[in-house]
């Protein structure tokens, strides 16, 4: 026993401290301590082949594609081919937000990458570094120095090039979501690392708080080197809740329009730097039929804190990252923004669904218009409308909206 003793003190102070060192192999993307590890797993002092010390490039994009674009081998987030992957106790499932260059479709739902699931997409956000870009070039660096942005008053972003990082912070920290809704606020971090501040050239724009609802989908292994293997779970976006509106308005400030003109046969549209736009962030009542999924319809934002009121949001219509959808026909005839240097034709425009799937999704062919809908009921002017019962599109009886006797306070739809 007296020759057992020190190796079992040296066997209790290896596990002492090894259990000290275990905290310093932090996630790449925050949750840093004094003695992390994970600065290297992005950056290198003195032999850096991309600005900021970065350690591939010599553009962004493929910096980041180096663990989110290699088949999901060193991070189950692949947003170069539009996949996520759960390497124990799940499948491959397809990313709401699309990938940049490929986006994966599971036809079969097996969770599997089976033969003709990986396409190519038809649109795709612009970032700088990608295949195809276009824009202010300077130099042989392939850099949007000055992207135009559709739908942007402010007509262009400044800075050193639209890359991953304006709309993901990359030291913001991961979010468990536990399989509930993942909320950003002044003291934690929006859903997949967003932006809670956007700088553009007309300003900061702050206080961008997202809500996604998150299901667990597997658990994703990696040993960084010969280093200890890091176990990370697998989330899967399931629902918008809030928030995408704003966000995407940041920069694109044409189409954050709330407060429409409130004129029989105009349809709630808003008449705002001289042309007609679709109101944003309002109260949506589906129609029979409704598809509201995010893999194949117009997923509606679900407020959990307004009784479960349903509002159109920008990722209703449009994916956040790419589509695979096609536009042909009168769906790709008309510009989309006439104040853009070359307007844009011809384009998918990161629509959910094929050329118009979005629009007759809620609308039908005029049926679900709004003021020809069976719910509503003309005046004895014979021009203006009113509601037949408030109820069908405000089903409180609690607050302020009293036409008809019932209803929301028009704030808790239109901001």
Not at 56 to 75: I, N
Not at 236 to 254: E, L, M, P, Q
Not at 321 to 335: E, K, L, N, V
């Amino acid at each position: 026993m007296g020759r057992l003793k020190p190796c079992l003190i040296s066997l209790l102070a290896l596990l002492f401290f090894t259990a000290l060192a275990v905290p310093a192999f932090a996630w790449t993307h925050g949750q840093f301590s004094a003695t992390t590890d994970a600065c290297a797993g992005c950056h290198i002092a003195h032999a850096a082949e991309a600005p900021k010390l970065l350690k591939a490039g010599p553009t962004q994009a493929q910096f980041c594609f180096l663990c989110h674009g290699d088949g999901c081998s060193s991070a189950p987030y692949d947003v170069k081919d539009g996949e996520t992957r759960a390497v124990v106790g799940g499948g491959v499932y397809a990313s709401t937000a699309g990938g940049f260059v490929n986006e994966f479709i599971d036809a079969n739902s097996n969770y599997q990458v089976d033969a003709g699931e990986i396409k190519p997409v038809t649109s795709r956000h612009s970032v700088w570094g990608l295949p195809g870009e276009t824009g202010g070039v300077i130099g042989n660096d392939n850099r949007d120095d000055h992207l135009f942005i559709p739908g942007g008053t402010n007509q262009f972003a400044g800075g050193s090039g639209f890359a991953c990082a304006s709309c993901h912070d990359p030291h913001a920290g991961g979010r468990t979501p536990n399989d509930g809704y993942v909320t950003g606020t002044a003291g934690s971090s929006n859903p997949r690392l967003l932006r809670k501040s956007i700088t553009i050239q007309d300003g900061a724009n702050t206080n961008l708080y997202v809500s996604f609802r998150m299901q667990t989908v597997g658990t994703f292994s990696y040993t960084p080197g010969a280093g200890i293997p890091v176990d990370s779970g697998v989330y899967t976006v399931i629902g918008y809740t809030y928030g995408s509106t704003k966000w995407c308005g940041a920069c694109h400030n044409k189409f954050k329009t709330a407060n429409w003109d409130f004129r029989p046969g105009q349809g709630h549209a808003n008449f705002y730097l001289s042309m007609w736009r679709h109101p944003m962030d309002a109260h949506v009542l589906p129609p029979p039929g409704f598809d509201g999924s995010i893999a194949t319809g117009t997923p509606v934002e679900e407020y959990e804190s307004d009784f479960g009121v349903k509002r159109l949001a920008c990722l209703t219509c449009h994916r956040a990252h790419s589509t695979i959808a096609d536009a042909d026909g009168w769906a790709s005839s008309w510009p989309r923004d006439l104040g853009a240097p070359t307007p844009a034709s011809n384009t998918s425009a990161l629509l959910r669904m094929e050329n118009r799937g979005v629009c007759f999704n809620c609308h039908g062919a005029g049926q679900y218009n709004c003021w020809n809908d069976n719910r509503l009921v003309l005046a004895e002017d014979g021009v203006s409308y009113i509601p037949m019962d408030c109820s069908n599109c405000h089903p409180s009886t609690e607050w302020h909206f009293t036409v008809g006797g019932g209803g929301y306070d028009c704030s808790v739809c239109h901001n």
